[in-house]
DNA sequence: AATGCGTGCAACCGCCTAGCT
DNA sequence: TAGCTAGGCGGTTGCACGCAT
């Protein structure tokens, strides 16, 4: 019966900080081959200076080939506002009714992006709450107000599949739409009038997952490339375990997607002139050796 | 061109909980 | 039943990057 919890590995002897692309693949392959199933001892047989905690959060943030890279798209803004109302900051309930999301980028949105906007929408719509009852109360004028549409809006379609505590006193989010809520921050920011939003999908950051072609190497090999023990004969590659899947599509689908993780992480060159640019110290920690790269901490891709 | 500041996001920390012995 | 372990979760931090000055 030891006193306290016992730390779950030795802080002394793993690294920390951003992980390297040899990282990434050392992880993407042992768990290719060997599945997770036992997150503290990973780190140990895949040759990583890791913690187990490290690696799972690194597969489920970033590597899993199931996640859904790129920004988020005005309809999963709406969805996360409308779950965050109803459930609160329970990400990974929230990041359950988003294929594809993870609860730690979901908290990232709503933290850098939706929290601020549902705020203002909040502080505005008391504003014309307020202002409303002023005007009912006295019976003068005629009182038209976008925030107002946006609370009729919103309580005249309370009756849909949001749960009954799902509002903000008497406004229900449910029914606010990111330009809603986009335009509220708007007039909020200086009366700035947004006219047209581009959607995060087609902003001008092009996602490097996206953007990578299917005409890569067709000749991957990693036991060439990491000191790893792997088959050499891309034939004999075994179908992740995390897909619980044999079929020779998904089987397909896992190589296609190695090999754009190969190229993402600079371990192969292709005849593509596209270049992205990784953070130089932690490239040269792990590359150096096995990759192309110039002088100036540029991986040609 | 250099510097400062704000923002976004990957990663860490520590607590909670389920499962096992 | 109590204690331990590992996984899961949410809060927080720190760094890189872009933009303004």
């Known amino acids: 019966m030891g006193k306290g919890r016992a730390p779950c590995c030795d ?12 990282e990434d693949l050392k992880l993407i392959s042992f768990i290719q081959k060997n599945g997770h199933g036992n997150w503290r001892s990973l780190p140990k047989q895949a040759g990583l200076l890791r913690c187990g905690k490290s690696c799972r959060l690194r597969w489920i943030n970033y590597l899993r080939p199931d ?47 939706l929290k ?22 006295n019976n003068k004028g ?21 749960s009954p505590t799902s509002s903000y006193g008497s406004l229900n989010l449910c029914n606010l739409s990111t330009e ?23 902003g001008a950051d092009i996602d490097f997952w996206d953007m990578l072609d299917t005409d890569l190497s067709p000749d991957l090999d990693y036991s060439k490339v ?26 397909d689908e ?12 600079g371990l192969t060159q292709t005849s593509t002139t596209t270049t992205t640019t990784y953070t130089g110290a932690n490239y040269y920690e792990c590359c150096d050796g096995f990759t192309s790269q110039d002088q100036n901490n540029t991986m040609q891709v």
């Open 254 to 265: 896992c190589q296609k997607w190695l090999r754009y993780l190969e190229i993402e992480l």
């Open 67 to 113: 996640v859904k890279r790129g920004n988020f798209t005005p309809e999963e803004e709406d969805t996360i506002i409308k779950l965050h109302d109803s459930l609160g900051n329970r990400w990974s309930k929230i990041a359950s009714y988003l294929p594809g999301r993870t609860d730690n980028e979901i908290k990232n949105v709503w933290n850098t992006h």
């Open 116 to 137: 601020k906007r549902v705020g203002i929408l909040k502080k505005e719509i008391m504003i014309t709450t307020t202002t409303q009852e002023a005007f009912e109360t």
């Open 180 to 202: 809603h809520v986009r335009a509220a921050e708007a007039r909020d920011n200086q009366d700035q009038v947004i006219n047209e939003i581009p959607s995060d999908s087609a």
């Open 11 to 22: 802080k002394s002897k793993v690294k920390k900080g951003p992980w390297t692309p040899a």
């Open 142 to 162: 005629q009182y038209i107000d976008v925030a107002t549409s946006l609370t009729e809006e919103a309580t005249a379609s309370a009756a849909g599949s949001c």
């Open 226 to 251: 990491l000191d790893i023990n792997l088959h050499s004969d891309q034939s004999q590659l075994q179908a992740p375990h995390y897909t619980h899947e044999s079929s020779s599509d998904k089987y």
